[in-house]
T-cell receptor
Framework: TAGITQAPTSQILAAGRSMTLRCTQD?????MYWYRQDLGLGLRLIHY???????GKGEVPDGYSVSRANTDDFPLTLASAVPSQTSVYFC????????????FGSGTRLTVV | GQNIDQPTEMTATEGAIVQINCTYQ??????LFWYQQHAGEAPTFLSY??LDGLEEKGRFSSFLSRSKGYSYLLLKELQMKDSASYLC??????????WGAGTKLIIKP
């Protein structure tokens, strides 16, 4: 089934450790996004990529980095995790920036202790 | 700043109709979206409005008034499977989505 695959599904991470959340899509979408979702708050954009080779900062980029070496993959790295990064992380994609109907991955539930 | 407001929680009865409101203040407007999110799952796309008026899609309809910064999602003939959170989002002048916190809809038999 075409879509977005995120890994891992969930993770408990010690504070100070690094981790990469993986995101792969097979729809050949140009635009990809990383969001975090916290209780009582809307989805907040961390980083985005309009096309392979380019990335941009969203609303809450601090403590996170991304890369977009090719169309399909958009990993999110936490260099040194802190407890405030405990959240559910969603990767999403769209045909291009500004198009509607974002497709979301199933999410990664991250707990930093 | 940019802001999307929607009620935190609503309760309705199976078979009834419910209207979920959303008001917004954003820098620019390039469309308003409604997504459905079941607990523990990813959001899924429901509807898109860019012009004023009503868009109908089966049991779900979405309305937009750009002059009032207002939208609603209307769900008819409610089913138990409609129990979910409903997320309102606006695409701003930079073509990024600004999300509301979501409305948790509880359906009772």
């Amino acid at each position: 089934t075409a879509g977005i695959t995120q890994a891992p599904t969930s993770q408990i991470l010690a504070a100070g450790r690094s981790m990469t959340l993986r995101c792969t899509q097979d729809m050949r979408h140009n635009a990809m996004y990383w969001y975090r979702q916290d209780l009582g708050l809307g989805l907040r954009l961390i980083h985005y990529s309009n096309t392979a080779g380019t990335t941009g900062k969203g609303e809450v980029p601090d403590g996170y980095s991304v890369s977009r070496a090719n169309t399909d993959d958009f990993p999110l790295t936490l260099a040194s995790a802190v407890p405030s990064q405990t959240s559910v992380y969603f990767c999403a994609s769209s045909v291009q920036t500004g198009s509607y109907g974002y497709t979301f991955g199933s999410g990664t539930r991250l707990t930093v202790v | 700043g940019q802001n999307i407001d929607q009620p935190t929680e609503m309760t309705a009865t199976e078979g009834a109709i419910v209207q979920i409101n959303c008001t917004y203040q954003t820098s620019g407007f390039n469309g308003l979206f409604w997504y459905q999110q079941h607990a523990g799952e990813a959001p899924t796309f429901l509807s898109y409005n860019v012009l004023d008026g009503l868009e109908e899609k089966g049991r779900f309809s979405s309305f937009l008034s750009r002059s009032k910064g207002y939208s609603y999602l209307l769900l008819k003939e409610l089913q138990m499977k409609d129990s979910a959170s409903y997320l309102c989002a606006v695409m701003d002048s930079n073509y990024q989505l600004i999300w509301g916190a979501g409305t948790k809809l509880i359906i009772k038999p």
